[in-house]
């Protein structure tokens, strides 16, 4: 659910040695010599980057004779010591969705007419990236590397092709810090307008990607006629970051063997995108997480370098209603919510704290197990997304599937969100359903803990139309030109 710039990442391909650039957000790439196509595996934990120098130890006499020129007006130089650093940036990035649920807030004319304070719900969403040093000390003069995305060009860090030369800065922010550090910086921007004392609130990060960025530096001392100084300088654009004139400065590093050990997993590997079962080629898309194989009907996910089979359903249209249809895909889950003694887990139980969309018959319901289904496909109106899964958790769509054989035709529309992105929007889901006023819905819906079962992907059919998708079932209808269809 990317909507920002994009860091290039550089990588050898594994196949011919040829070298590939794309986008950090691709998982399958291709290699632009030997047409491999390859996907990228083992990034569920926090995935490291280096960046390459482009300043060398050869260019730093020049650049800094240049520097110390302009600042005292002396021409001779030379250079004491020169170090290179790598210092480590957390790269935190993911939709903050804010659901705030409060007092509303009254118009003076209100107010003078006596209105009773009335509950109001709102939901903010904004994408979340930012930069921030992963570690305290030494102060370097760089607080973020956002704006130099688009020269910066990333390589995975890997321990046997470390550069030797390099001092590497220790990290000692913590990922769950730094991840609530961008959090904290992203609430301000999703105060609400409707809501004058919120009483509750849910904030999720989802789909949080934690990435570390090592950035390179060069520290030089050097004397000129007169004097010495110490300079931090970028290794990327030569700008000097940090400088100090009145002598020698000792920049006190703390580096080591923890590298190894901060992320926690092994390096990102470069696996061979073919079907697992029946060895085709499966389609190249390079954004979608789920690949379906054209040949044997079966649908893939990788998982920590493995591909692993995922159950999917795709759902038959109406058979009377002549359309052209799209298959958009959703995650599907079967949802408890659990507070304290209290578990909510049929539909009678979950109707009774919302507000039911039609006439309940909460015997019949209570047969009924709460199904979650999350949007996976790839759009830009998140609130409305949010929308569509409250729709559908509250009106179950009863529906037959189509037999594997007969999929060959259909047009299956990629799988955007990760499993476990799903996950965490039901949760969002769950605080969409309690209607405001409701204290007991407040508790349960509001404090409850959300457990789901059964994973599946299923594709929904929707009419399409000149502008719209139309979903079958639910008539919930989604703008064309929201949807991203790949
Ligand atoms: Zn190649
Ligand atoms: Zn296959």
């Not at 590497?168 to 999703?190: E, H, N, S």
């Not at 995650?331 to 979950?350: C, D, K, P, S, Y």
């Not at 789901?452 to 009419?463: G, I, Q």
Request: aromatic share 10%.
């Amino acid at each position: 659910m990317s909507e920002t710039q994009q860091f290039q990442v550089a990588a050898d391909c594994p196949q011919c040695g040829g070298g590939i650039e794309f986008e950090e957000e691709a998982s399958v790439i291709r290699c632009n010599y030997c047409g491999s196509a390859l996907l990228l595996g083992n990034r569920q934990g926090v995935v490291r980057y280096t960046v390459e120098p482009r300043i060398r130890v050869e260019d730093l006499n020049r650049l800094v004779t240049r520097v110390i020129y302009k600042q005292t007006g002396r021409s001779i130089t030379r250079l004491l010591e020169q170090r290179s650093l790598k210092a480590p940036f957390w790269r935190i990035r993911g939709n903050v969705f804010r659901w705030i649920l409060g007092r509303r807030k009254t118009s003076g004319s209100e107010a003078a007419l006596g209105a009773t304070a009335q509950y109001e719900k709102d939901l903010k969403a904004r994408w979340l990236d930012f930069t921030f040093p992963a570690y305290q000390k030494p102060d370097v003069g760089l607080y973020s590397l956002g704006v130099r995305a688009s020269v910066i060009q990333l390589r995975y860090f890997s321990p046997s092709s470390r550069d030797h030369e390099a001092e590497f800065i220790k990290v000692d922010v913590p990922v769950k810090q730094a991840l609530l550090r961008g959090l904290r910086a992203m609430r301000a921007g999703l105060a609400s307008s409707k809501v004058k004392q919120p009483e509750m609130e849910r904030i999720e990060l989802i789909g949080e990607r934690a990435s570390l960025i090592y950035f390179p530096l060069w520290v030089v001392s050097c004397a000129y006629p007169r004097g010495s100084a110490t300079l931090i300088i970028d290794a990327l654009g030569g700008d000097v970051l940090k400088a100090w004139w009145d002598g020698v400065e000792k920049v006190q590093v703390h580096s080591g063997a923890w590298l190894d050990k901060a992320a926690g997993l092994g390096p990102v590997q470069f696996l061979p995108f073919r079907c697992p079962e029946c060895g085709w080629d499966l389609p190249f898309h390079p954004y979608n997480t789920i690949h379906v194989c054209r040949n044997c009907h079966r649908a893939w996910n990788e998982n920590h370098g493995r591909l692993v089979e995922v159950d999917y359903f795709a759902v038959d249209p109406p058979k009377a209603a002549k359309h052209k249809w799209a298959f958009l895909p959703f995650w599907t889950f079967r949802g408890v919510i659990v507070h304290r003694n209290h578990r909510v887990e049929n539909m009678a139980q979950l109707l009774r704290l919302t507000v039911p969309p039609r006439v309940v018959d909460f015997q019949a319901e209570a047969q009924n197990p709460i199904r979650f289904f999350i949007p996976a496909f790839k759009s830009r109106g998140l609130s409305h997304l949010n929308r569509m899964a409250h729709i559908l958790v509250l009106r179950t769509p009863s529906r037959s599937y189509i037999p594997r054989h007969r999929l060959e035709e259909k047009n299956l529309m990629g799988v955007y969100l990760p499993q476990e992105e799903a996950r965490q929007m039901a949760r969002i889901v769950v605080f969409s359903l309690i209607p405001a006023g409701n204290r007991q819905a407040r508790q349960v819906l509001g404090r409850g803990k959300l457990e789901l079962y059964e994973p599946c992907l299923e594709w929904f059919p929707f009419a399409v139309s000149k502008h719209n998708y139309t979903e079958a079932l639910s008539g919930f209808a989604l703008a064309r030109n929201s949807v991203e269809v790949s």
